[in-house]
C-alpha cells in the first residue's frame, strides 16, 4: 500500500527480502509445522549472509544502519512464512536492541557482531511459570560471588530454546528492593546448568523450538551484566518497542498472505455456476479483510517512521501498543475470513490457510496481550489529556448551554 512511498533504497530492499522469501524451502516450513525441524539454523544463516539481519544496527556491526521503516518493509515481507520465521528473525532485532543500547563495546563485538552474521544464534528468557504478563514478579534470581553471577531459577515459552547460542535472561538481583528495581539483565551462553527442560507442543508457530529453559547454579561472568545492576527495567521498557513493532509487522506479513491466497482463490471457484467472488457473502469479506489490513499498514507504518524521527517515549509506548493490539486483532479476523472464503477446502492442509489461522493465534497473546495493550494505550492518553487538549480548543463550550455550570455535577 505505501510502496509509492518508498525511496528507491526502500525498493531494492524489499526486492532483496522478496528474493530471500522465495529462496526459503517449502520442505521446511512443512517440517516445521510438522515438528520434524526443533530450529531452523539455515533461514538464520542464509539470512544472515545476505546482510537482511538486524537491518537497524550500526555498518561496524554488520547492520545497515537503517530504520524502523525499513525494518517494516523486510517483515512485512518475511512475516508471509508464518510467525515462527518471522519471531526467529526478530529476535535479532529485538535482543539485539538490548545489546545495542546498553551492552558493551566488548558485548557489541563478542555477541551483537555474529548475530547479525547469522554465526551466532539468540533467544530471548523472559517469561516465568509463575509470570507472565507479570513480568517484575519474576522469581528467577542471581547472587553475586566474585567475579560471577550465580544465576536459578525457570523462564518458559522461550522461542528459539532449543537452537540458541546465547539467552537474554532477566533476572532477580536485590530481593528486598521494589519489584522495579530488582531486576538485573545478563548475556547468559547456552552450557553448563543451563538445559532446556521442556519444548511445547504448540497449536501453531511450530519449529522454533520454543521451551522452558532451567539454569541450575549457572556461573554468569560480570562483564555479561547488560546495563546497571538493578536497572533492567529501563531495558524491558525500551526491548518492549522492538517487541511489539515486530508482533505487528508479522502479523500484518501473515494477514496479506492469507487475503492473498484467499482472493485469488475467489476468482477460480466456481458455485452456481458463477466465481464466488460474484457474491456479496465473498467479495464483501475480501473487502472488509482488505480495509483492516490497510488500515493496519497504515497505523503500523506511520509508528515507524515516528520512532525514527524521535517521539518522545510516552507516545512510542502508546503508539507501538496501538499497533500491536490492531495489527494482531485483524490478522485473526482475516485469516479466519480467508478460511471461510475458501470453505472447506481452507479447513484441509491442501491449502496453509488452516497453519495461517493457527499461526494468527498466538499474536494476541505474546509480547503483551491485547488486554495489556489496552492497559498502556488509556494509561498513556489519560497522562496526555491531563497534559493538553487533544483538540486544541475546549469543546465543551460549543454546545448552547454550556454556561449552565449548576448542571455541570461531577460528584
Known amino acids: 500500500m505505501h510502496e509509492h512511498l518508498y525511496s528507491e533504497v526502500q525498493r531494492k530492499l524489499r526486492e532483496e527480502v522478496r528474493e530471500f522469501v522465495k529462496w526459503v524451502p517449502r520442505d521446511l516450513l512443512v517440517a516445521m509445522d510438522e515438528d520434524r525441524v526443533q530450529y531452523p539454523r539455515e533461514f538464520l544463516v542464509e539470512a544472515g549472509k545476505r546482510n537482511l539481519l538486524g537491518l537497524r544496527f550500526p555498518k561496524k556491526y554488520g547492520g545497515r544502519g537503517l530504520g524502523w521503516q ?7 515481507e518475511i512475516g508471509v512464512l508464518g510467525t515462527s520465521l518471522a519471531c526467529l528473525y526478530s529476535l535479532v532485532s529485538i535482543v539485539g536492541e538490548a545489546i545495542n543500547t546498553f551492552g558493551t563495546e566488548e558485548q557489541k563485538e ?18 516465568e511459570p509463575r509470570g507472565g504478563s507479570d513480568f517484575f514478579g519474576a522469581t528467577t534470581y542471581a547472587k553475586k560471588e566474585g567475579d560471577y553471577y550465580i544465576l536459578n531459577g525457570q523462564k518458559r515459552f522461550v522461542v528459539g530454546a532449543e537452537g540458541a547460542d546465547y539467552f ?10 521494589p ?5 538485573s539483565a545478563f548475556i547468559v551462553e547456552r552450557g553448563p546448568g543451563v538445559e532446556v527442560g521442556y519444548v511445547y507442543g504448540l497449536l501453531g508457530t511450530r519449529g522454533g523450538g520454543a521451551g522452558r529453559i532451567v539454569f541450575n547454579n549457572v556461573r554468569v561472568l560480570r562483564e555479561n551484566l547488560v546495563g546497571k545492576e538493578n536497572g533492567a527495567a529501563e531495558i524491558f521498557y525500551q526491548m518492549m518497542v522492538p517487541e511489539r513493532m515486530t508482533s505487528a509487522i508479522g502479523a500484518i506479513g501473515l494477514a496479506a498472505g492469507a487475503l492473498d491466497i484467499a482472493a485469488r482463490y475467489s476468482t477460480r471457484r466456481k458455485a452456481f455456476g458463477r ?17 483492516e489490513l490497510d ?26 501498543s496501538e499497533a500491536k ?45 491485547s ?17 493538553e487538549s487533544m483538540a486544541g480548543r475546549n469543546l465543551e463550550k460549543d454546545a448552547r448551554e454550556a454556561d449552565r455550570k449548576e448542571e455541570k455535577v461531577y460528584e
Not at 466465481?275 to 480495509?291: H, N, Y
Not at 515507524?304 to 524521535?310: H, N, S
Not at 495489527?327 to 491442501?350: F, H, K, L, P
Open 70 to 76: 525499513e525494518e517494516y518493509i523486510a517483515l512485512e
Open 110 to 127: 563478542k555477541y551483537l557482531k555474529p548475530t547479525l552474521a547469522g554465526k551466532m544464534f539468540t533467544a530471548e528468557a523472559l517469561t
Open 168 to 177: 537474554f535472561v532477566y533476572a532477580k538481583t536485590d530481593p528486598d528492593a
Open 179 to 183: 519489584p522495579h528495581k530488582s531486576l
Open 275 to 291: 466465481k464466488i467472488r460474484e457474491f456479496q457473502g465473498v467479495s464483501f469479506k475480501i473487502a472488509e479483510s482488505l480495509t
Open 295 to 320: 488500515a493496519a499498514r497504515a497505523l503500523t507504518n506511520m509508528t515507524a517512521r515516528l520512532i525514527d524521527q524521535g517521539v518522545e517515549p510516552s507516545e512510542q509506548r502508546r503508539l507501538v
Open 325 to 369: 493490539k490492531f495489527a494482531t486483532e485483524m490478522a485473526w479476523r482475516v485469516t479466519n475470513n480467508a478460511m471461510q472464503v475458501m470453505g472447506g477446502i481452507g479447513y484441509t492442509n491442501i491449502y496453509p490457510i488452516e497453519k495461517m489461522v493457527r499461526d494468527s493465534r498466538i499474536l494476541m497473546i505474546w509480547t503483551g496481550t
Open 371 to 387: 488486554e495489556i495493550m489496552n492497559l498502556i494505550i488509556q494509561h498513556e492518553y489519560y497522562k496526555k489529556l491531563q497534559e
